[in-house]
């Protein structure tokens, strides 16, 4: 297992540094034998040219010192073979093939038994040729030599032995393969402190793992149900995840053209260019796309070594949201109602075993049938009125919590709540009728002195597109010169630190386009009602 993860993830830095040095090493050593074979070739002409050139400036010398004496004639092509280092043999040959002068002292004066040149062939009076001679294979020029009257009177040979020419090519051979080692050993340096700094450019990490990483991210942002899409600078999208793409309204088709009309017009322009230039991100950003779909946007700004080099933006979809808070405020809400009717059953419980103490089993009984009685009653028409858990939670717990404070709480004649008849936010409803039955139960518990009934009556109604919401106590009502005064922020009866349940709750109300009223008698009781009308998200 460890082999096969080890070869699905080849050390890439190393495997650039091969790749690289094979390609260096390659083109060093083709470039190295196509120079030294093109320098062999130059040098190869270069010999010939000089042999002909030599050739040529002896047979000038040479018609000067013909009839000179031979020690003279010696002496003077000695000093001419000293100076020519690139030329090994010369020789003179007369009409009758004796050696007038040869680089070899011992063969002056000898026959010649070589290959006699054949200037008919050659108009020029000289060329150049390969033979074998007394010092063996050799590359030769051949000269004419000619009196004053042009008539023929021998030749003259500028050899070069081919050892060295050979020692010459090893030379140059040697020189090619110094510099190519030279070269390669450079370019593995090269490439090895290249790799040292692309390492330190991946922070220590190797390019596969970061490969690795990579496709981890690209898994894990397109496995995240929440929209993320990333621009540069410039405010070209980067990134956008299937997510993103699905809350923008992008199909197959037209997806890329979509998503570049989205940037242009809401990423880019409304919210990030401010994240981009400021440095500071926002969130909390509502929005409505195209098809629909409301979206909250969380935008970051993105930096690289402190400068901001584009922004980030998260889509969370508002609807799946609500959807959660709602079945969250559900749990809160049904929580506390099995608190309060934890309370509630605690406080039956000490009325039964105090009956059995006394004896009065019958009453006990009978108390015990009437609690299940009521008990079973009200939970059912709680739950057959409403179909929305939250705010059914809600008025469970109200109830309990109601009898708790010896309320007796009344569910008025045909409640009923319908969510398909009006889409309100469960975490508006819950709000909104707590605090009225909350202030409903405080009223009552500010006034324990008077005979009269204590009764909360609360009334839920709905029809398509109406919602209606009743709350009536029987407390001890709100003051004639107050009454203008309920609804404010920070104001309350109840001592310092109150005040902001019903604000808030005039301000929900209001913020979804409804109403809410009252009617108040002084020691009579209070009734609120809130009308809303219209669909809502």
Known sequence: MSKKRKNSLTDIRHEIQRVQLILIIVTTILMSVGGAVVNVNASDKAFDQNLEETAELITRIYGFMKDANRRDLCICMDSIADDLADVDVISIVDTNNIRLYHTNHNLIGTEYDGTHPDFTAHKKGYYTESDIGPSGPQRRTYSAIYDEKGNYIGFIMAIMLKTSIRSFTYKIVLLFVTVTVAAILIEIAICRAFSRKLKRRLLGYEPDTFSSMFRIRENILESIYDGIIAVDSEHNIQFANKAAKKMLGCDDESCEAKVSLI???????????????????????????????????????????????GAAAILHDRTEYTKLMEELSGTKYLVDSMRANNHDFTNKLHVILGLIQIGEYDKAVSYIENISIIQRETLSKVIHAVDNASFAALLIGKIARASECNVRFILRDGTRFKSSEIAVPSEALVTIAGNLIDNALDAMNMNLNNDRPRELEFGVFTQPGELLITVRD????????????????????????????????????????????????????????VQLKGKYV
């Open 474 to 529: 029987t407390g001890c009502g709100i003051p004639d010169d107050i009454k203008d005064r309920i609804f404010e922020k920070g104001f309350s009866t109840k001592g310092t630190g109150r005040g902001v349940g019903m604000y808030h709750t005039r301000q929900l109300v209001e913020s979804l386009g409804g109403t809410i009223s009252f009617v108040s008698e002084q020691d009579i009781g209070t009734s609120f009602m």
């Open 263 to 309: 940037q242009q017009k809401v990423f880019a322009d409304r919210f990030l260019t401010e994240v981009i230039q400021s440095g500071s991100p926002s969130f909390g950003v509502q929005h409505e796309t195209e098809n629909g779909t409301a979206i909250l946007i969380d935008s970051v700004p993105v930096k690289e070594d402190g400068v901001i080099s």
